[in-house]
């Protein structure tokens, strides 16, 4: 049984209900389940599983319909937008699988973004940048647009960026899926390290290679928990 | 990079969107200045003619000129108001895609009220020097008269004009701020698109007919305003 402070992600009875018109689409049913800190946990299940939903909602970009939603010890259920982007930019960074960089600026500019909304200092921010782009292995881009990177190159800068405000949680959306292996080996090797340094890690992926680096794994299937690995 | 080195940034780097948004500001409030100058130099003219036309042509063609200088004013405060809407509202994207990120809230309101700001005032001010230019060619050109610039109407046009323009482009930051992100992000929110299921496509022409008349229908908020101001700037035109 874990402590309520070693537990990072909880929910209880959460539920996702999206309307499409007249239809209603439920993508999390009835959902219970305990993350605790420091684990790195691999998320998977078939598309349409609920997986990138789960991710969103812990993330707090989105919310649930019903149930409740608890991280890093907060409860997100029931706030508001203000609170959530507060609560975004102090204890989550967020890799999307479409990498959602801000096209007009540089790769430096986008990893040092974060950091500018904390108010850090510049002096501070110019070596974090620096030590992050080391980490990805992407120095000699610093001053390019995302528009010219590969894909494999943007999902690593927004690796960095999600690390910039060295963030307790970090959440992955299918981190591999649109990379080939070359790339997908150097995301692998990101998560490698983010392992090693004791971050709390949910990746929702498909790719085995990150299911094997996994401490846990989730199984989804129609927006259930099928199965819970160690 | 500081609280103002994005938005100056973003506006320096999306050259041609930048451009093109301040050249139609800039138009919009020349053209309104030039016209409403243009009306009242006219009216000035008439009402010096009473003793050669008769008092009441001068009258009708007084009001006349009155109303053309009203319609003038409400079509091109109408035309400013919608620019900054969809400047602002086809931003929606982005402000998910920082949100998502995790900018705090503030901070992206900043962020886009700073870029909606700068635009509006350097369109502002382009079109009422723009518009004192045009005046002051026309001025010497048209009626070989003596130049006397009339500030009040300028003074009317730009502060109306600033004013309506950042209202109406605050409008969808206030919208986007409040929204989730994923909402934000979705494309249901671009332009006012709406995912309907029940639609069917009007015309069975061809593919292309079918998808840019889906594309017109979904895009409904969209298309309502392009619309409305197509036929004011029609209306303008034929005035």
């Not at chain 2, 999306?14 to 130099?41: D, E, G």
């Amino acid at each position: 049984m874990l402590k309520n402070e070693d537990i990072m992600v909880q929910t209880e009875a959460l539920e996702k209900t999206y309307e499409l018109g007249d239809q209603k689409i439920e993508v999390l049913k009835h959902l219970d389940l305990s993350i605790p800190k420091a684990k790195f946990i691999a998320l998977r299940g078939a598309s349409g599983s609920g997986k990138t939903t789960l991710l969103n909602i812990i993330g707090g970009i989105d919310r649930p319909t019903s149930g409740k939603i608890f991280v890093a010890g907060q409860d997100l259920t029931l706030k508001d937008e203000d609170f959530l982007s507060d609560f975004r930019c102090n204890n989550v960074g967020f890799v999307f699988q479409a990498y959602n960089l801000v096209s007009t600026l540089t790769v430096a500019e986008n990893v040092a973004f974060p950091m500018e909304w904390t108010r850090k200092p510049e002096e501070k921010i110019e070596i974090r940048v620096n030590e992050l782009l080391e980490t990805v292995g992407l120095q000699h881009r610093m001053n390019h647009f995302a528009a010219q990177l590969s894909g494999g190159e943007q999902q690593r800068v927004a690796f960095a960026r999600a690390l910039a405000n060295d963030p307790q949680l970090i959440l992955a959306d299918e981190p591999t899926g649109n990379l080939d292996t070359k790339n997908a080996q150097k995301i692998i090797q990101v998560l490698q390290i983010l392992k090693e340094h004791g971050k709390t890690v949910i990746v929702s992926t498909h790719d085995l290679q990150i299911i094997e680096l996994a401490d846990q794994v989730l199984c989804l299937e129609d927006g259930r928990l099928a199965s819970e690995n160690e | 990079m500081n609280n103002y080195g994005f938005p100056i940034n973003d506006l320096l780097r999306r050259k041609l969107q930048t451009s093109l948004t301040i050249a139609t500001l800039t138009l919009s409030v020349t053209s309104t200045l030039f016209l409403l100058l243009f009306s009242n130099r006219l009216g000035s003219g008439i009402a010096s003619a009473v003793g050669i036309l008769t008092q009441g042509l001068g009258t009708i063609l007084s009001q006349f000129i009155l109303f053309i200088g009203v319609l003038i004013f409400v079509v091109g405060a109408v035309l400013t108001s919608f620019l900054a809407f969809l400047m602002m509202a086809q931003r929606t994207r982005d402000f998910g895609l920082i949100k998502a990120a995790g900018c705090p809230n503030n901070l992206v309101a900043g962020y886009f009220m700073t870029e909606l700001l700068t635009t509006s005032l350097a369109g502002c001010v382009l079109g009422i020097a723009l518009g004192f230019l045009m005046d002051y060619v026309s001025s010497n050109v048209v009626f070989s008269n003596y130049y006397l610039p009339n500030f009040w109407f300028a003074l009317l046009v730009f502060v109306t004009f600033l004013v309506l323009s950042i209202v109406f482009g605050l409008q969808p930051i206030f919208k986007a701020v409040k929204m989730s992100p994923i909402n934000a992000l979705s494309p249901v929110n671009y332009y006012g698109l709406t995912v309907g299921t029940k639609h069917k496509a009007l015309s069975r022409l061809g593919l292309t007919w079918r998808i840019a008349s889906r594309s017109l229908f979904r895009r409904q908020s969209a298309s309502i305003r392009i619309i409305i101001l197509l036929s004011l700037v029609f209306i303008l035109l034929t005035v």
